[in-house]
């Protein structure tokens, strides 16, 4: 089953089963179909025919095409729906309904999956918050539209995916695929691996987990997916009473955290605390899907966080070595005498946006990966900071991290970074978090 | 020298030495102080009489009454101009100019305090930020104005000082006192926290520091105040390149951090990672500065997030026990059927306003604080759940810490829970981290 999913993502047609009054989870997951701007056709199925939000509703669908059908009808009604949809060849159908197996009912999921095998259709779901694929505009689900990305985000919480969406809406991130899977009576997380491996859209796929499926199979899809791609895990569940919490709210029990944590490290996955560690993680791995070594250097105007950023870098066992004497020798020729020769290289007052050009090319070939820590004075620009790291960039084959601290005095000077595809960090140690996974991921599962 | 810098933070009249070209530091200086709205007298000091920002410069201060000075002029002057302000009595001087120890010059840095023992006058710096005061708008400085709050910030590294006062103001956290010491030739930590301890408009005290000018000091101050306000600290300079980052930007040598470690345990100070962890705990204590207990209930409608912060309040030793048997059968009786009545105690879609008030006002008494971890579906109004949760901490008198997310469709419910004092985090993890150091902190400081 190399493509075992392929008409979740990009249907030609796709039919919303589910209340069609204004605030109702069928009638919101129309609208936000119709609002991303979904170029197929958006069958809204009720039992009256009229029309909603301008689109023809249909009370019969067994003489409609249906590619994707989305299920928010009450629980007890979707087994005979299930049957129709399979005697029309639906292969494809996301079940937003609650009301199975996180809350107790084993047999009534049991009999959703009895009947897809059936007809052999694929099941995301129940209990789930929908799916989306940025490129088609497809947005089935209510919760807040994706912005587009390199990001495939996969979740088996919806609550937390909803709480992704709109954080990354917030900091401006995209995704290409968002799924959440919820009770995954049928597709799981590794057939959803799967399909992303060979999902030309997605860069990096991360993926919140509370409890495997199937160990086995998740972890032979990882091992030829993590070498073409980088995998995110955030694995909640990990404790006594985070263990109830799991098994009350999605009906499965965690497996030992330990398990969990030596097959991450083995398999190459790269494990995240939380969900601001995994937005800086994708933000680093979208620009930087490498970094070749330990060896990394600071250059700032600012002691302060610097040094801060270097404890960092060397708790999470990289280096922050030394310039060499030539590298130093060049540097006396380059620079005003109070300047630090050392790494961190300190510009104090001297932070000029040549300085920093002239810095950062200069130590680049001695270094695996730069971070920029840049604090302005009311009266300095940071889109001329920018502009000169952008130029480092452009001259130097090794990865950029910047600091610009912090608030309206730098917000320009961010917006330039991104022009030229460098990720800014609010402090350095999330630089240093960033770095230190990425090149963990690096030597572990494509070294040179 | 119970109160041995008084005339730092409270003076009638404050003179400013430097150049008074737009741009320069003694111009932007008298500009901040005006801006800011500075009550007393400001006398800008130039070399021709005049007007700058419709203010009356002078040329000779012989027969000025001068608080407390600040100056910004090259070093090399310094000296003579400290011998002036000595014979005119002035005692609280506050050098802002760079140039001293921290790049090698020390016998120059010594002349300062030679001169300044001589006249019993007392010198913040050389090498700082300067100074604020927010209760009566003196800000001594170039960098971005503090609003007023009721922490006091006081760092060895004015960039870090810059970076965090910028953060601040995105933040809207605002500070008391705002000092930045530099090299501290003559003020140091010690004399600043002895100052603080009775300051009435502090709560909170948090300090930057890379080494401690003495040790013994700092720490005989640190005991009689830590029962009064907490005292949070960032201790950087941990590792090899860290310290070696330290020692060339202030030009002393950082000590061992495992005795730091023990130090700060042994007295109390709330040690913290990074900028980001300082904030938050600045704004978990200035509204609860203790928690009595490690028992810590979770009320939700994110089941998730409610297992991720589970999990983070069990690795840091806190406890997420269950209801007791009579409170199950409380919540039985109140709630709809599939509601968990486990800790965390997941709403699910029952999440309403009243629900959360219910359970909240109900399990309070077998706790010590509360996590509420809301995530909103679309069509939900967070301000409807601010105000839930804001009912809730009238009618219980417990800690109350939640975390509503994300982004736009939490905004208004999030500055609805700061009309309450209550605290919002950006996870539930955040407001965990918070929670277990301020336990710590009670249990070490404040036990009953």
Redesign the interface.
């Known amino acids: 089953m190399k493509d075992s999913i392929p008409n979740f993502f990009n249907p030609k047609t796709v039919a919303i089963f589910g209340s069609m009054k204004e605030?109702k989870t069928g009638y919101?997951i129309v609208r936000n179909m119709l609002e991303g701007g979904f170029k197929g056709g958006i069958y809204p199925i009720s039992q009256t025919n009229g029309k909603i939000l301008g689109l023809k509703t249909f009370s019969d669908f067994k003489n409609l095409s249906i590619d994707l059908a989305i299920i928010a009808i009450p629980g007890s009604f979707i087994p005979v729906l299930l049957e129709d949809l399979g005697k029309q060849n639906v292969s494809s159908v996301v079940i937003i309904s609650?009301?199975f197996s996180e809350?107790g009912n084993l047999k009534e999921e049991e009999e959703l999956l009895t009947i897809a095998r059936k007809y052999q259709i694929r099941i995301i779901g129940p209990n789930c918050a929908g799916i989306m694929n940025t490129s088609n505009n497809l947005f089935a689900s209510?919760?807040?539209r994706a912005l587009p990305g390199n990001t495939a985000f996969i979740?088996?919480?919806?609550?937390?995916?909803?709480?992704v969406l709109?954080?990354a809406?917030?900091l401006g991130f995209g995704f290409s695929k968002f799924v959440s899977y919820g009770n995954r009576c049928d597709v799981d997380e590794a057939d959803l691996i799967d399909y992303l491996r060979d999902d030309s859209e997605t860069r990096v796929i991360a993926i919140?987990i509370?409890a495997l499926a199937e160990g086995k199979k998740f972890l032979s899809k990882i091992k030829t997916t993590v070498s073409k791609k980088p995998i995110i895990a955030?694995k909640?569940?990990?404790?006594?009473?985070?263990k109830?919490?799991?098994s009350?709210?999605?009906g499965s029990l965690a497996g030992e955290d330990r398990i969990y944590e030596a097959a991450f490290r083995q398999f190459g996955i790269l494990r995240v605390?939380?969900?601001?560690e995994m937005f800086d993680l994708c933000r680093g791995l979208e620009y930087y899907p490498r970094i070749n070594g330990k060896r990394i250097a600071?250059i700032t105007?600012?002691?302060?966080?610097?040094?801060?950023t270097?404890?960092?870098?060397?708790?999470l066992g990289l280096?922050?070595?030394e310039p060499s004497g030539s590298l130093i020798k060049t540097l006396k020729g380059l620079l005003p005498p109070?300047v630090?020769l050392?790494?961190?290289f300190?510009l104090?007052?001297y932070g000029s946006a040549d300085t920093f050009t002239q810095v950062g090319e200069t130590i680049a070939p001695e270094y695996d990966a730069l971070i920029i820590i840049f604090?302005?004075?009311?009266?300095m620009d940071s889109v001329k900071i920018a502009q000169a790291v952008g130029e480092i960039k452009k001259k130097i084959n090794k990865p950029i991290f910047t600091s610009f601290?912090?608030?309206?005095?730098?917000k320009k000077g961010i917006e330039e970074l991104k022009k030229y595809g460098i990720p800014n960090y609010?402090?350095g140690?999330r630089c240093a978090r960033v770095i230190q996974k990425i090149v963990w991921h690096t030597l572990k599962n494509n070294p040179k």
């Open positions: 605030g919101e609650a009301g809350v209510i919760e807040v979740t088996q919480s919806g609550a937390l995916g909803g709480a709109m954080m809406e917030e919140y509370e955030i909640a569940g990990k404790f006594k009473a985070g109830r919490a799991t009350s709210h999605t605390e939380d969900i601001e600071i105007n600012a002691g302060g966080p610097a040094v801060m270097t404890d960092k870098l060397e708790e280096e922050v070595p109070n630090s050392k790494n961190p300190d104090l007052a604090v302005p004075t009311a009266s601290m912090a608030g309206r005095l730098v609010s402090t140690e």
